[in-house]
């Protein structure tokens, strides 16, 4: 079934291996066979990776877009395991995601991975508001 895509201007897209850019105006497209992409608001770099959660997310998107993720799911494996260490309260995301990659669902799992990264996030906004105690 053909996907029609929608660019804002300079918006980047990752089309297999392929990363994209679009021009100065919006520009629409279709997709007409089956293929991995990510849109640049999905898209996280190694260097934008700060946190535990978001390092966590990058992994994802790496076993996403490859051709042979298993490398990739046994590093994502031992991260989470140090991440669910540390913070238990965020064992049933790394749970959710750690099933859809199980079940060969690795877009899934990259959505409940963007849901991991908001609950950091939160968790962390938080501890900002929380006075030290005197």
């Known amino acids: 079934m053909p996907l029609k895509i929608e660019l804002k201007p300079g918006e980047r897209l990752i089309i297999g291996n392929a990363a994209i850019r679009n021009g100065p105006r919006r520009a629409s497209f279709i997709i007409e066979t089956n293929t991995k ?55 049933p995301f790394i749970r959710d995601i750690h099933a859809f990659i199980e079940a060969g669902e690795h877009y899934k799992a990259l959505k409940r991975g963007r849901d991991l990264v908001q609950y950091e996030q939160a968790l962390a906004d938080r501890l900002k508001g929380i006075e030290p105690a005197v």
């Open 37 to 91: 992409f990510l849109r640049e608001s999905e898209i996280i770099t190694q260097s934008d990776a700060d946190t535990p959660c978001k390092q966590l997310y990058f992994a994802l998107t790496v076993i996403y877009l490859a051709d042979d993720p298993r490398q990739a799911e046994e590093a994502f494996v031992a991260q989470a395991s140090e991440v669910m260490n540390a913070v238990p309260s965020m064992i």
